[in-house]
């Protein structure tokens, strides 16, 4: 087993099993347009013989925003902006999916415009206030959006969607039996729970056609008292497999997770913490056959290759690709040194402030 194997994703082919995990850059314009320099970023991580990038979160309508400088690709305006950084990523020969995220309870008033919407009004430590409970039309108006922007995705040039439903964002919202207190057909049982991310699956697919790969980022466990937890999770893949996902990511945690949470986990460096996700995705590998990929604080070859030896079918890795986005480059050219990133976090500060993540302790 290697990781510089050529890999399928339905007819996707990747030329390796290295996945970039979506990661948010901070360089998008107040329309959510990528800038010349974010751009280049995906183009520095295909030079990089990164197989499959996935970007950070693109958010299909205004009132699921969450951070300044994050993506939006809502209409056909923005299309021939897009396919640039398509076009960048592919001039390289590695691929690209748009990751989709609509981040309900956890938007940010001030980005998206009115109160953030959620499954239920609930108050919840990763919320900053109480939102306001989705009606059905506003579920259908999300589901239909999230649907448009896959099209638009495709027209992008863009080679697969990621669509997410982890780290405590809307469709994780309504997995959650902590913040899903519904009582109609999107609430109570794990199926309910599931219905909101199954039906966005379902016209994802139609609008993006039967062809295009739909992948899903989906939580092994919430890492929270009363969330979405391992035997839930194991059952949520094993209906996203029937429904006809191409592939599943497996994460965990929320920003409410303490130090098991997610996005940005601190304190991770090689040999100490790594591949923190792993049996959660070796327990839904045991129930799925779809192709799995794991992300959680990989910083060396060698566990990235025993993720592989676990059943997973690629290993997606965030932070290490900050700080050296030819990291991947560099183990396949036999120097397999690991990561020296040690999970800071700094390295989003920098787009918070003047639009671009970038990695603090490089010279």
């Known amino acids: 087993m290697t990781l510089f194997q050529k890999s399928n994703i339905k007819s996707l082919v990747l030329k ?8 948010w850059e901070g360089g998008a314009d107040a329309d959510g347009i990528p800038s010349d320099k974010q751009i280049n970023l995906y183009k520095e991580l295909a030079e990089g013989e990164t197989g499959l990038i996935i970007t950070g979160y693109i958010v299909p309508c205004t009132d699921g925003r969450q951070t300044p400088g994050q993506m939006m690709l809502k209409d056909e305006a923005a299309v021939e902006v897009y396919r640039k950084l ?24 001030r980005m998206a415009g009115r109160k953030p919407l959620a499954p239920s009004a609930v108050e919840a430590p990763q919320y900053s206030a109480v939102p306001e409970e989705l009606s059905t039309e506003e579920i259908i108006r999300i589901k239909s959006a999230f649907a448009e922007t896959a099209r638009f995705c495709k027209e992008a040039g863009f080679d697969a969607v990621q669509l997410h439903a982890a ?8 997995l959650s039996p902590a913040l899903n207190k519904r009582t109609d057909q999107y609430g109570g049982t794990l199926e309910n729970r599931a219905r909101f991310m199954l039906e966005v699956l379902a016209e994802v697919k139609i609008s993006a056609g039967a062809d295009f790969p739909v992948m899903v980022k989906l939580n092994g466990s919430d890492n929270l008292e009363g969330g979405l937890d391992i035997e839930d999770a194991v059952q949520a893949a094993v209906l ?15 920003p409410a997770s303490g130090k098991d949470g997610a996005p940005v986990r601190t304190g991770v460096k090689a040999g100490a913490g790594e591949a923190y ?6 327990r ?24 592989l030896e676990a059943g997973m079918d690629f290993v997606s890795l965030s932070r290490p690709l900050i700080k050296e986005p030819s990291i991947i ?21 920098p787009g918070l402030k003047d639009g671009l993540i970038r990695c603090v302790i490089n010279k």
């Open 16 to 23: 390796n099993k290295a996945v970039r995990s979506a990661t």
């Open 240 to 254: 996203l497999e029937k429904a006809g996902a191409d592939a599943i990511e497996i994460s965990a945690g929320t």
């Open 284 to 307: 839904i590998r045991a129930a799925v056959s779809l192709p799995l990929m794991t992300v959680g604080g990989y910083r060396s070859y060698g566990e990235c290759l025993r993720a």
């Open 86 to 109: 398509t076009d960048a990523v592919h001039a390289s020969g590695a691929k690209i999916a748009g990751q989709l995220v609509h981040c309900g309870g956890q938007s940010s008033e």
């Open 277 to 282: 996700n792993l049996e959660y995705a070796k």
């Open 167 to 174: 780290h405590g964002y809307l469709m994780n919202q309504f």
């Open 329 to 349: 480059k560099r183990w396949e050219s036999g120097n397999t040194a690991p990561s020296d990133c040690i999970s800071c976090n700094g390295c989003f500060k």
